[in-house]
């Protein structure tokens, strides 16, 4: 990088902080966290919810949006039930949040551990992850139809589904696929979704549903091929990803003839019993890191769908969250035996 | 040539007097979290990772590097002056290593162990010059049965060598595999062997169960004996650097052949810690002092701290050409990557030129740093044994608790390390080997997940590690290993009859 770049970085990361910094006493009203906020991650290092949660503390740190410093912590014993009763045990205490995947709801119906967001505080909904159907770029597969007609012609368990974890997303959307076209794969479950989308490249599995940051380098060099994504609308974006195509060009499932969605929720929680205030603190906190250039494009970079909720409505879409993994749970024989 | 004027185009970039001090710094930083046990490379990369986004991205890639080289440098002292292992990969390290220690020879071995850890660094650096993108070709041919087989082939390669009762040894790596066991199963999602305590829904650290049992149970063995610690008769003299680097170019063969391991479990994408246990187990039972392996071999140091480093620095690659990460530490520098805005993968050479030169001119030059930094010190190092044990061992106990309690944040683990502790104790009292356990420990998950991704692929075929050259031949030459000592025997047999 050469030194014009550097200072004019510097100079605009300067000019943020000042800004901000004008601005704070403007926020300074209410509650305030009194010491070092703890920011569990129910996750491993490097996994796309640690990620999110790395970049917010780099935003947070970099705007001087907080007083007091954000410290990630990551739980993710147990699929991450470690991080969730971490979160529960510290009823009352609002120096402490957490960013969630979809085990909030999966790892308490597939193992029984005793807890359940309604332990929780809920805050603000901060993304939703998308899931892309991923084939690799070398086989005939234009469509998702192509695909399953194939996998269909050749028989139950003879295609390999390459996933994260077991009774987790992608394997509840893996059963999903299966119920809307009738065909049965055989679901390979590993560590985290960079070792998948490599699998697929290697062509050790068949497809796989990686989010789009886990796939979207491999895709870049005409590794994988995407197919569909499972979400109700096309991803927004319309920048050019690779040569001739955008995120904005991959159809919806439910185009493809598959009638399958599933989105993931990237939210905030604290732990339960948190006053009004407290909750308000953090929600305008994540508002004003929404605002940020460098949210902005990462939210680009991995495709997410942007959508931000905060008070009872977060409360009613993580209830009905919760009725959808439970069915869709249910229906996949997923749920722990009591 | 097209790599060495990108590599100078590296070195253009890297050398500003800003990139040199972060240089610095991150070695410095680097050597310490890999001194204290339990920080670990992962941990210390993730808390620090916050503080570069506000540099460029060259810059802080050259820093956190840094941090890592330093970790892998760090974590060879403590393993040879206390017996603790401050990483994972330095377990093989102590095998030999404590015993020069002890026999007043610490100088001597930490000096062989960082100026063989930066041989397989650089033979690794090179290799990533100018054969990345081939290399990164190959990580693609890994599927789960080919992991297995280099699973199996690590675990068949230790099998075997101990000198004590195969049976004893067999015992211990049980134990190792039943206690890798606990915890969430992958392929099923359930979790196992918790009987209804949440607690150990995360299963035992490694690193826990390592600071137990080599730190605490050596403390407590020392104390039974009258906290004696023939280490402070070590003689603190500069020239002791000189004086092992001329017996070093003697063990040539050995570093050639644990460079090659460590630079393949790297790109594999295996990491440093199958690389170091492979290495210390082959150069075990290819050098003609094998017999005398433990009891303080000089060679006994090379093998595993070549291999590591080797590993530790070829799990980059793939990192940087294929988006996987080859280490814990690698996947934090993977979230850094796409958080700075670069993405890993196919294009990010071709892309993000001076990004990627950068890098790797500031392995060369970051090596070079951290191989000066730390042989300077090596005499302070050892002075440290000089210190009254009665005085040190305390400490010692402090800085593992610390360790074991960082690892999770868990005021358990520090009760469990005290449990791994007379374990240890027990283990040596009673002549069971340690190695054997701590193998199955930390490779005991990965090796029963590949192995049941394996089966699922196959739909329960075995013959699926016969089903290609690549697996095929691992899994043969992991056979072989396993038998050598009956080969051995018979071929003798034969030749007397």
């Known amino acids: 990088m ?114 359940n967001w309604k332990d929780l505080t809920p805050v603000a909904m901060l993304a939703l992850d998308q899931f892309v159907l991923w084939v690799n770029a070398e086989t005939p597969y234009k469509t998702a139809k192509d695909y399953l007609d194939a996998v269909k012609a050749a028989g139950p368990n003879k295609f390999k589904m390459g ?19 009738g065909v049965k794969f055989i679901y390979i479950p590993f560590k985290g979704g960079g070792d998948v989308a490599v699998q697929l490249v290697g062509k050790h599995i068949d497809s796989s549903v990686n989010n789009p940051i886990e796939a979207v380098a491999q ?71 929404r605002e940020t250039a460098d949210w902005k494009k990462f939210m680009e970079d991995g495709a ?25 749970m249910r229906e996949a024989g997923f749920l722990a035996k009591p | 040539m097209v790599e060495l004027s990108a590599l100078f185009h590296g070195f253009s970039v890297v050398l500003t007097p800003f990139n040199i001090m972060l240089m610095m710094i991150g070695i410095v930083l680097g050597v310490i979290i890999g001194v204290l046990p339990g920080l670990g490379g992962a941990n210390g990369v993730a808390i620090l990772l916050p503080l570069t986004f506000t540099m460029p991205p060259t810059s802080a890639i050259i820093m956190l590097s840094c941090i890592y080289w330093g970790a892998l440098f760090g974590g060879a002292i403590t393993s040879i002056l206390f017996n603790i292992p401050g990483e994972p990969w330095s377990v093989a390290t102590t095998f030999d290593g404590y015993p020069m220690a002890q026999q007043g020879r610490a100088g001597e071995a930490l000096t062989a162990a960082f100026t063989s850890s930066f041989i397989g660094a650089l033979v690794a650096v090179v290799m990533i010059t100018f054969l990345a993108p081939l290399v990164a070709q190959f990580a693609l041919q890994f599927g789960p049965p080919e992991f297995f087989s280099v699973y199996l082939l690590t675990f068949c390669s230790f099998i075997g060598m101990g000198k004590g009762s195969p049976f004893k040894t067999l015992a211990a790596m049980t134990l190792g595999f039943a206690l890798a066991a606990v915890g969430m199963d992958t392929v099923t999602g359930q979790l196992r062997l918790i009987f209804g305590f949440t607690d150990l829904m995360r299963g035992f650290d490694f690193l826990i169960a390592v600071i137990g049992l080599f730190g605490i149970g050596e403390i407590l063995l020392s104390m039974e004996e009258g906290l004696s610690f023939t280490g402070k008769t070590a003689k603190i003299d500069p020239k002791i650097v000189l004086e092992t680097w001329k017996k070093l170019p003697r063990y040539w063969l050995t570093s050639i052949r644990s460079c090659l391991i460590g630079c393949w479990m790297g790109i594999t994408p295996g990491g440093a810690t199958p690389a170091s246990f492979m290495s210390y187990g082959v150069a075990k039972r290819m050098s003609k002092d094998g017999d005398k392996f433990g009891t303080g071999q000089i060679e006994g140091v090379i093998a595993p701290e070549t291999a590591a480093h080797a590993a530790g620095t070829s799990a980059l690659l793939p990192m940087l050409a294929l988006g996987i990460p080859g280490s814990p530490t690698a996947a934090v520098l993977l979230g850094g990557l796409l958080i700075w805005g670069l993405q890993p993968g196919p294009l990010l050479f071709v892309e993000q030129k001076d990004f990627v030169w950068g890098l790797i001119a500031s392995m060369y030059l970051g090596n070079l740093a951290g191989l000066i930094i730390v042989l300077t010190c090596v005499p302070l190092f050892a002075a440290i044994l000089r210190i009254p044990f009665s005085i040190i061992a305390p400490v010692i106990i402090v800085i593992c608790a610390i360790g074991a309690y960082t690892v999770h944040n868990a005021m358990l683990d520090i009760w469990f390390m005290l449990l791994f502790g007379v374990i240890g104790y027990v283990f040596k009292k009673l002549d069971y080997p340690l190695a054997p356990l701590v193998l199955a420990l930390v490779l005991g998950d990965r090796a029963e ?14 013959s699926v590690f016969f089903s290609n050259w690549l697996v095929g031949g691992i899994t043969a030459l992991s056979l072989v290993m396993l038998f050598w000592p009956l080969i051995s025997k018979v071929q003798s047999r034969l030749r007397a009859g």
């Open chain 1, 2 to 115: 050469d030194n014009s770049m550097t200072s004019r970085f510097t100079a605009k990361s300067w000019l943020v902080a000042v800004a901000f910094a004008v601005m704070a006493p403007a926020f300074g009203a209410g509650w305030e966290p009194t010491k070092p906020v703890e920011f569990v991650v129910p996750a491993g290092t490097g996994g796309g919810a640690d990620q999110m949660a790395r970049l917010l503390q780099g935003v947070i740190s970099k705007n001087n949006l907080m007083k007091q410093p954000l410290i990630v912590v990551n739980k993710s014993g147990g699929a991450g039930a470690e991080g969730f009763l971490a979160i529960k045990e510290a009823k009352g205490d609002p120096n402490k949040i957490i960013i969630t995947l979809s085990n909030l709801f999966t790892t308490p119906l597939a193992t029984g551990v005793p807890f």
């Open chain 1, 163 to 181: 996933g994260t974890g077991s009774k987790q997303e992608d394997q509840i959307i893996t059963v999903a696929i299966e119920k809307a076209a």
């Open chain 1, 304 to 328: 997410f769908n942007t959508t931000f909720m905060s008070g009872p409505e977060y409360t009613k879409w993580v209830e009905k969250a919760e009725t959808t993994h439970r069915e869709l």
């Open chain 1, 219 to 289: 895709w870049r060099a005409g590794k994988l091929r995407p197919l569909c994504v499972f979400d109700d609308t096309r991803m927004p974006y319309k920048t050019k990803v690779t040569e001739t195509m955008s995120w904005y060009d991959i159809p919806t499932c439910k185009e493809a003839g598959v009638a399958t969605d599933y989105v993931m929720l990237r939210g905030i929680f604290m732990p339960g019993g948190a006053t009004r205030e407290q909750v308000d603190y953090y929600v305008d906190l994540f508002k004003r890191v």
């Open chain 2, 449 to 462: 997940d590949s192995f049941r991704q394996s089966m699922l692929i196959s739909q329960g075929e075995v």
